[in-house]
């Protein structure tokens, strides 16, 4: 479990039910950070180098500052950031063997997204400031859904909890099956395009079927406060529902 002053906010939701679209509105406002990105990046470029190389990275066009940005992530920034990361969660490579094992479908796949967590947590965690509320769009709770999807069912979501920082609130973000359906034709990111899936209907099933077993999980446990916002109005009242659970 994490410990309280590493504490978060998770977003949880299937495909096309708009919970990147909630989160990202979310954490535009100061007080919310969304922990990843250029935000982070930029953070911990500054924290690391102050003085004339601070000055020359904030004085970079757009293009050498992504550039540099991406370095600094991936040499060596990465590989740190995952080892300050196991420090606190020893137990979290068991979590990514039992990625391995339970999904029956694409399991390096599972694994690596569950890394890809870890970096963006540890990340997150590290730059973000007191006024702030750190808040994950893919984080450890989308890593379970998505070992799950990938026909994880023998995952013990109790015993994954264990393994991995578990946020203090969990966001679940729904949409009807339709509505989720359509908004992934809208955007032309569908489940069949992205996954290859041969029926999206119960692909999309599938994911809605994996979010409600984690959700379940969270709400069974003492530690995690689950949200629950339906995104079928406009943006500016869904995220103003979520800041008014969160603020409780």
């Known amino acids: 479990m994490s ?4 504490s978060h906010v998770e977003f949880l939701g299937p495909p096309g039910a708009g919970k990147s679209t909630v989160h990202g509105r979310l954490t535009s406002e100061p007080r919310y950070y969304g922990g990843i990105y250029e935000d982070a990046l930029e953070r911990l470029i500054l924290d690391t180098y102050d003085g004339p190389a601070g000055l020359t990275y904030r004085l970079l066009p757009s293009r050498l500052r992504s550039y540099a940005e991406t370095l600094v992530l991936q040499h060596p920034a990465r590989e740190r950031l995952f080892s300050e990361f196991l420090l606190e969660q020893s137990a ?5 063997v039992g990625a391995r094992q339970a999904a029956s479908r694409d399991p390096d796949k ?7 967590a870890a970096d963006r947590y540890q990340l997150g965690v590290e730059t973000v400031r007191p006024d702030e509320r750190f808040c994950m769009d893919e984080g450890f709770m989308m890593g379970a859904v998505s070992i799950l999807w990938r026909g994880g069912d023998r995952l013990s979501l109790e015993a994954y909890f264990e393994c991995v920082p578990t ?3 969990l966001v679940h973000v729904t949409a009807p099956r339709a509505v989720c359906l359509r908004r992934q034709r809208d955007r032309e990111k569908s489940l069949r395009e992205r996954h290859g899936v041969a029926r ?13 077993r984690v959700v379940a999980t969270a709400e069974a446990t003492d530690s995690i406060t689950v949200v629950r916002v339906s995104n079928e109005g406009t943006l500016e009242d869904v995220v103003a529902a979520v800041d008014r ?3 409780n």
């Open 92 to 96: 979290f490579p068991d979590a990514m």
């Open 245 to 247: 659970a969160l603020a």
């Open 200 to 212: 999206t209907d119960d692909a999309q099933r599938r994911h809605e079927e994996a979010c409600s």
């Open 3 to 6: 410990p309280p002053d590493r």
């Open 167 to 169: 946020p203090e609130t």
């Open 110 to 116: 599972a694994a690596s997204l569950l890394r890809d």
